[in-house]
């Protein structure tokens, strides 16, 4: 069946640093691909909506400059943590929509943590 | 807005044992639900859905039913096993949403022998 991966799977920064993390998908054309954040015992937020070719879509309240998005191509979207900071310290999860896939289908990656010091 | 909202945990079971997760929801219009589980390390995995009321998702032996009345979607397995153990996250999916999800917070279970 359809596989997202993603990576790094956790990764360790200083403050101030930025972050990279990718989504791919392995053996399918993803159209559009969404990336979550999710903190402990809380339930996961939607940050953006990445169509490939364009730009992404933030939900309200998300930075668009601190949280940097790129979907360069039909299987890569990545997230770029900017100037990263503890606070955004959390574990980020990315799915992707398969291009031929009816609505409401999605696969999701293990999902990255992420730990600023 | 679009809310979920579902029973904390962790659920601790024996085998055999029946399991409810409770799920209830806050929609406009007529949303589409879904659970999903997580298993240890890997991602989320489309576990049952339901697109209108009265519809029941089933799979793996897991049942959940679209009740637009109670405005519920309830995950029910009548005998979990210990490979059962994992995170249910309940979400649902608005009107015209275009695959945004609304989750809730995630239920662990854990099936002991």
């Known amino acids: 069946g359809a596989v997202v991966s993603q990576h790094p799977s956790w990764v360790i920064c200083k403050s101030g640093t930025s972050v990279k993390i990718e989504c791919r998908s392995l053996d399918f054309q993803a159209t559009t691909m969404f990336w979550y954040r999710q903190f402990p015992k809380q339930s996961l937020m939607l940050m953006a909506t990445?169509?490939?070719?364009?730009?992404?879509?933030?939900e309200q309240g998300v930075e668009k400059d601190k949280f940097l998005i790129n979907h360069a191509s039909l299987t890569l979207s990545t997230l770029t943590v900017t100037s990263a900071h503890p606070e955004d310290s959390s574990f980020y999860i990315c799915s992707a929509r398969e291009r031929t896939s009816g609505a409401n289908v999605l696969t999701f990656g293990a999902g990255s943590r992420l730990t600023v010091l | 807005g679009n809310s979920v909202t579902q029973m904390e945990g962790p659920v601790t079971l024996s085998e055999e044992a029946f399991l409810t997760i409770n799920c209830t929801y806050t929609a406009t219009g007529y949303p589409s639900l879904f659970w999903y589980v997580q298993y240890p390390g890997e991602g989320l995995q489309l576990l049952l859905k339901a697109t209108k009321a009265d519809d029941k998702g089933s799979n793996k032996g897991f049942e959940a039913t679209y009740r637009k009345e109670t405005t519920s979607f309830h995950l029910e397995k009548g005998s979990v096993q210990v490979s059962d153990s994992a995170v249910y996250f309940c979400?649902?999916?608005?009107?015209?949403?275009?695959?945004?999800?609304?989750f809730g917070t995630g239920t662990q279970l854990k099936v002991e022998l």
């Open positions: 979400a649902l999916s608005g009107t015209g949403g275009g695959n945004k999800l609304t």
């Open positions: 990445s169509n490939e070719g364009s730009k992404a879509t933030y």
